[in-house]
């Protein structure tokens, strides 16, 4: 889409629009964290947000150097700065080129509930996977992902079911595991976390793995509950789940990792946050039956 100067300088970064010959084309929306946010077309500085993005440093501190699983939830409402805390981090490891495998989803008004989008987002990411690629060219990045990850005698199988949630579908002719999982949703599905999870442990088995779900308030249930059993099963790896969300999320999944360590980050308003600091120490761990309990 062909855009003037004075729109093109006006959207956000998220959007990825390109000049040539001073011609501006809008190319589609990228992915989320990536760029910094722009005011008229040039980048502004995040200011007010250093402590929490402080207790994010550590968490991911922490779960790299302990190989412990974690989970963090950033809540506020819309315009307070989620996206932009979380595009802080990812830029600050991104420059200090950190040895970490970012995964990036985004909840969908017109997707919300999905199953499995938020998760195929993930690991279209992890594979390097763009929207508008055809199925052949997601299956070869999927493949290529997948034999840098994984033993040769599970490649197939786990490129097979993760095939089904990326978009990328394999043939079933020469696969009969897939061709009767295909024709029974409950082996479907134990066939595609069995596959997500060994394909995840093998990720962290060579780096820390960052999975950063945007707008989760968006998002859909099973992959909240395939991540759920991520942080459970997959012991001594380092996996850190970064979710940021608006208030509502705790309607939306009342037990969001019940019984999993989860660190809170509620924003505010910069001049409220400050009076509060001063009378409560931050930052907060909490449980999350705790989160589920609170009211914003």
């Given amino acids: 889409m062909l855009l003037d100067e004075v729109v093109a300088g006006l959207l956000d970064a998220r959007f990825d629009v390109r000049e040539g010959d001073g011609v501006f084309v809008l190319h589609g929306e990228r992915a989320v964290a990536e760029g910094t946010r722009l005011l008229l077309g040039?980048?502004?500085?995040?200011?007010?947000?250093?402590?929490?993005l402080g207790m994010l440093r550590a968490l991911l501190a922490e779960t790299v150097e302990e190989a412990t699983p974690q989970a963090a939830l950033v809540v506020a409402p819309p315009g307070m700065g989620k996206s932009r805390l979380a595009?802080?981090?990812l830029q600050e490891l991104r420059a200090r080129d950190e040895p970490v495998s970012i995964w990036i989803a985004r909840g969908d008004t017109l997707r919300t509930g999905a199953p499995l989008e938020m998760l195929g987002q993930a690991l279209r990411s992890a594979c390097g996977i763009h929207e508008c690629e055809p199925p052949e060219?997601?299956?070869e990045k999927l493949l290529a992902q997948v034999a840098a990850w994984i033993a040769p005698g599970e490649r197939r199988r786990v490129a097979e079911f993760l095939g089904e949630i990326v978009g990328a579908p394999f043939p079933d002719e020469d696969s009969l595991a897939l061709r009767s999982a295909r024709r029974d949703a409950p082996l479907m599905a134990d066939q595609v976390r069995e596959a997500f999870l060994d394909f995840l442990g093998a990720a962290c088995a060579k780096a820390p793995v960052l999975v950063l779900l945007e707008d989760l308030h968006w998002g859909d249930r099973p992959t909240v509950q395939l991540l759920d059993v991520a942080l459970r099963t997959l012991e001594e790896r380092p996996l850190f789940v970064l979710a940021a969300a608006r208030p509502e999320v705790r309607d939306v999944f009342p037990k969001l990792w019940e019984g999993r360590v989860l660190s809170l980050c509620r924003l505010g308003s910069r001049q409220r946050r400050r009076e509060k600091s001063r009378q409560e120490g931050w930052p907060r761990r909490s449980s999350a039956s705790a989160m589920a309990g609170w009211r914003p």
């Fill in 42 to 52: 040039k980048a502004t500085p995040c200011v007010g947000r250093e402590r929490e």
């Fill in 87 to 89: 595009n802080e981090l």
């Fill in 137 to 139: 060219i997601r299956r």
